[in-house]
């Protein structure tokens, strides 16, 4: 692609674990699992249940280990070199597992970008990998899209971003009203996504959700 350059002024860190609070140890993650499997009427010492607090903890360092990564450290090296390019960029149907914040149910859906370079473009890696840090954390769906979004935009300084996600949320489809078959669209458009409507349609045309069985 280019030789890499470095961002100069990163983007502010947004790793969200507390630096003063130690966080709880182990043994405390794995007896607040067992409180609650004692909660729901089981005995957390019979032999299909032993292990199960460890196994939860070890899913939550998992599930959630965006608390302890800055997303900013995956815009710092872009690629200047690209024979003036200077269209749209595009990576569709990133897949994410996110949970959300009110049941820690989760959500799991698509992230698609879009950018207009200015100057330098991103490894489409790092995209995949800027939605799995927001994505592993407790959640909710609009939060999330903007965060991607504005993330991108003051790291990368393009013309403009364009972030669509869509996802089913399992705290309604499982729980709730169980209304399956659910999928719930948000959107950022920021710079010329947001100002300029040819911009934004060839980006949502790009996407072409409804025709693609996405959105029924």
């Not at 860190?13 to 966080?23: C, D, G, V």
């Amino acid at each position: 692609m280019g030789q890499p350059s470095k961002l100069i002024g990163s983007v502010k860190n947004r790793s969200l674990r507390p630096q003063k609070e130690q966080p709880p140890t182990q043994a405390e993650a794995e007896n607040a699992v067992r409180t609650l499997i004692r909660w729901v009427g089981d005995d957390p010492d019979r032999e299909g249940l032993r292990g199960t607090p460890k196994r939860v903890a070890k899913a939550y360092k998992e599930w959630f280990a965006g608390y302890d990564e800055d997303p900013s450290d995956y815009l710092q090296r872009t690629f200047e070199q690209v024979g003036g390019y200077d269209e749209m960029v595009l990576l569709r149907d990133i897949r994410f597992e996110s949970h959300c914040e009110h049941h820690i149910a989760p959500i799991i859906g698509s992230v698609h970008i879009g950018y207009l370079p200015r100057n330098r473009v991103i490894g489409i890696s790092k995209l995949a990998r800027l939605v799995d840090t927001f994505a592993r954390r407790l959640q909710v769906q609009e939060k999330m899209t903007a965060e991607i979004a504005n993330c991108l935009n003051s790291g990368l300084k393009p013309h403009g971003v364009g972030v669509v996600v869509e996802a089913a949320h399992e705290c309604m489809t499982t729980r709730g009203v169980h209304k399956t078959e659910v999928t719930m669209v948000t959107s950022r458009m920021l710079g010329a996504f947001r100002t300029q409507k040819q911009t934004r349609d060839e980006f949502l045309s790009a996407l072409n959700l409804r025709s693609r069985g996405r959105i029924r």
